[in-house]
């Protein structure tokens, strides 16, 4: 079965620091695996995902995250945060019937 | 591209009635929808898939008669919650998915409450 782990329930950078929010997976077969951000109050809005192509993915709003089989992790980072960067994160993996798993989150806090 | 778009955005209600919630893929035909519903705090819990033209399938625990979900276009999904209570509250979001099924586009969420 695919499940995610984030590790640390809140993660707080200061203003134009790097950001780096940790996901690990399982998976019994190649994995798809997902970031979404989630801001207040509102839905889901896709970062970046891997499906097997390249191993380094990059998202919108700067975010990138690399797919390390031999750690089973897909980490996000972002070399300079911003204010707006202020959200809750989600590490997904696709499990069976195209269903995802999320992981608990990761509320980012960002420091002026 | 990818819009989904859910209505309302919230919603009030009294304990005993129901309530329905639409799901709609603006943009693209979703072959896929599935209903999650988020507690205060917490990650997003997989209610049930649906596939347009047959019966949802629910994960364990859910209450199909209680959720009742119809995926009758290939643009439009429904979620009634019947006669809620408050332990119902919660925030409902829904997501689609196109015909190669490799991303989940999500709508904006509904919140309910249950008075």
């Known amino acids: 079965a695919q499940s995610v782990t984030q590790l640390g329930s809140h993660v707080s950078v200061s203003e134009g620091a790097l950001v780096l929010l940790r996901c690990n997976y399982s998976?019994?077969?190649?994995?798809?695996l997902f970031w979404y951000v989630q801001y207040p109050n509102q839905g889901l809005q896709l970062l970046l995902k891997y499906t097997s192509a390249a191993t380094l993915v990059k998202g919108i709003n700067g975010f990138e995250a690399e797919f390390k089989k031999s750690e089973t992790s897909f980490h996000l980072t972002k070399p300079s945060a911003h204010m707006s960067d202020a959200a809750e994160y989600f590490c997904?993996?696709?499990?069976?019937?195209?269903?995802?798993?999320f992981g608990a989150g990761t509320i980012l806090r960002v420091k002026s | 591209g990818a819009v989904v778009s859910q209505h309302p955005s919230w919603v009030i209600c009294k304990s005993g009635t129901s309530v329905k919630i639409e799901c709609r893929s603006l943009?693209?035909?979703?072959?896929?929808m599935f209903w999650y519903r988020q507690f205060p705090k917490q990650s997003l819990m997989l209610m049930a898939t649906?596939?347009?033209?047959?019966?949802?399938?629910?994960e364990q625990g859910v209450e199909k008669d209680k959720f009742l979900i119809n995926h009758a276009s290939l643009t439009l999904s429904t979620l009634t919650v019947t006669s809620a209570h408050p332990e119902d509250s919660s925030f409902y979001i829904c997501?689609?998915?196109?015909?190669?099924?490799?991303?989940?586009?999500f709508g904006p969420g509904t919140r309910l409450l249950v008075l």
């Open positions: 943009d693209f035909q979703a072959t896929t």
């Open positions: 998976s019994s077969v190649p994995p798809y």
């Open positions: 649906s596939n347009e033209g047959s019966k949802a399938t629910y």
């Open positions: 997501s689609a998915s196109q015909p190669d099924g490799e991303t989940q586009y």
């Open positions: 997904a993996v696709r499990a069976y019937g195209n269903k995802l798993v």
